[in-house]
């Protein structure tokens, strides 16, 4: 009897197959090809037009003179693009060779241009949104440069997705949630990417107050507000350092160097940056993120000056304790100045509005970078939270561990809408209907990463343990 032979060779290296990642890669376009349209149109504030008007609007679309400042908004569009371009190549030539990869590559640019056009055209129905030639170039050029970046980095992109399914111990774990986390934080860092090495340009950028050379100086002198913006940015560093130091392979002051180095070396590269402001305090924030990072993992470990007798009722609770703290500052920060309003009427007003917005529409109305930071903030502040109950969790026995993991998540979602519902009945907050959903986010992201990552180090000690013969 003949067997069939399979189209596909058997992998014996433990890498995820090729047809697995071109459909995890195929998944992962749509839905960033669905947020570049709805990105692209919020906050869909239709307005009806006749067809021949609208074509005859496109068809006298010109371009516009960008200065300085607009220079941001054209290299976004050419950013949102490169993404796109660079996924749907995968999803469509990855394991193909060389030769093949041509006609993929052409229908994905042609893909992108008429995507490009659809969209330009569809936003002239929102007259909120500019509409201009700029954009097509800028969209159609990202398109080129994205199946260009594949060309050149997609095999090293797609093994690395590979190595996913070989990934077992905890240092490869942490170096991988390490460098996707570095890596989007210099991204986002560095946005729009209005880039000048124009002394000038910088000069402007000085006379603009976008330099800030004294640490300290420009924090506002609201304690609340400057509570909110050190802490957010002391948090950003506080991730990659817990995640690094998690290895238990590089020392704490190690780790600790690199992260601030890397935090002086990002403040260094905004310099050249129109937009961003380079300010030595966020070198400082991140040194004190860092050593928190730094210092969590020692207490989450248990290290030998924090051990309790088993059973000991403080110690059993402190992550709870944290967790009530946290929740408080997270209030104080969220809620300040406190001006809630109780009528019935404003309540139900804002309510209605809110209900009858768009996801994101609060945050439309800003710079793109503005956008990101609230959105970073709001999954950022949660995580933290989520930490705290996972490691109270972490520390039950086993059989109460299904239980409490339930009730933390809908603790967290619960604060979540706590938290939005605070900031509704302020006049002077304007929630998004995806905050809780964000916060949420952050929440279980926390709570689940010290799940996935306790195990694994209590795995290594007792190796360890067993390695140096102290294990009967």
Not at 61 to 66: P, Q, S, V, W, Y
Request: contains cysteine.
């Amino acid at each position: 009897m003949k067997t069939r032979k399979s189209r596909e060779p058997v992998d014996h290296s433990g890498l995820m197959p090729n047809r697995h990642i071109r459909a995890f890669l195929q998944w992962v376009s749509l839905g960033y090809t669905v947020f570049v349209i709805y990105g692209s149109l919020v906050p869909l504030d239709y307005q009806f037009m006749p067809w021949n008007e609208a074509v005859a609007r496109f068809r006298q679309i010109e371009f516009l003179r960008l200065g300085i400042d607009s220079r941001a908004d054209w290299v976004a569009n050419l950013l949102l693009f490169i993404p796109l371009a660079f996924l749907w190549t995968g999803a469509l030539a990855l394991g193909s060779k060389p030769s093949a990869i041509i006609l993929p590559s052409l229908l994905v640019i042609c893909c992108a241009g008429l995507l490009s056009l659809g969209i330009e055209f569809t936003q002239l129905y929102f007259p909120q949104r500019t509409v201009s030639l700029n954009d097509l170039v800028a969209e159609m050029l990202g398109g080129i440069i994205g199946v260009a970046v594949w060309w050149v980095y997609g095999q090293r992109f797609a093994h690395w997705l590979a190595g996913w399914k070989t990934v077992s111990d905890n240092l490869a774990i942490t170096k991988r949630l390490t460098l996707i986390y570095l890596f989007f934080l210099f991204g986002y860092s560095l946005l729009p990417l209005d880039l000048t090495i124009s002394p000038v340009e910088v000069y402007h950028k000085f006379r603009e107050g976008k330099l800030n050379l004294l640490p300290f100086a420009r924090v506002p002198h609201n304690p609340v507000h400057a509570l909110y913006e050190l802490a957010s940015d002391a948090l950003l560093w506080a991730v990659p350092a817990f995640l690094w130091r998690w290895s238990d392979r590089t020392s704490a002051l190690r780790v600790w160097t690199i992260m601030t180095g890397a935090a002086a070396l990002l403040e260094c590269l905004q310099l050249f940056v129109y937009s961003r402001i380079s300010d030595m305090t966020d070198i400082f924030t991140a040194a004190l993120g860092a050593g928190a990072g730094v210092w969590f993992v020692n207490v989450f470990n248990g290290n030998a000056k924090l051990q309790r007798p088993a059973g000991h009722t403080g110690f059993a609770v402190m992550p709870l304790v944290l967790a009530a703290v946290w929740a408080g500052l997270i209030m104080i920060v969220f809620w300040y100045p406190f001006e809630f309003r109780t009528e019935g009427a404003f309540m139900r007003e804002r309510l209605h509005r809110l209900m009858g917005s768009v996801p994101f529409q609060a945050y439309y109305f800003g710079s793109e970078y503005r956008a990101m930071t609230e959105v970073m903030h709001k999954v950022l502040f949660f995580i933290p939270l989520g930490m705290f109950l996972g490691w109270f969790v972490s520390r039950l026995r086993y059989m109460w561990r299904g239980y409490a993991t339930w009730i933390s998540i809908a603790l967290i979602a619960g604060f979540a809408l706590c938290v939005v519902a605070g900031r509704l009945i302020q006049p002077g907050k304007s929630p998004d209907i995806m905050d809780p959903f964000l916060q949420f986010l952050g929440g279980v992201l926390g709570f689940f990463l010290t799940g996935l990552m306790r195990p694994r180090m209590g795995r290594a000690q007792r190796a360890k343990m067993r390695g140096n013969g102290t294990v009967d």
